[in-house]
């Protein structure tokens, strides 16, 4: 499961839909989300995927503290 926070709300696609896999480099899986999304590569070059010990991604914008 690829789980994406994108502007405000919350998706949860499989890998199968977005035609990745976990093992894929993060600017892959950006690429991806690009095109799914249809924005340009530069607006999710700031965004952190994390890998879970399940195996899920989760896909979301860099967190800014103080």
Same mark, same amino acid.
């Given at each position: 499961m690829v789980h994406v926070?994108?502007?405000g709300r919350s998706?949860? $696609?499989t890998e199968r839909e977005l035609n990745i896999t /976990? /093992?894929?480099t993060d600017d892959e899986i950006r690429t991806r989300l690009a095109g799914r999304? !249809? *924005?340009g590569l530069d607006t999710l070059k700031d965004y *952190?995927?994390?890998r879970t010990a399940s195996? !899920? $991604?989760i896909v979301r914008p860099e /967190?800014?503290?103080g």
């Open positions: 926070r994108f502007e998706y949860d $696609l /976990a /093992a894929q999304f !249809d *924005v *952190v995927i994390d195996g !899920d $991604l /967190a800014v503290y």
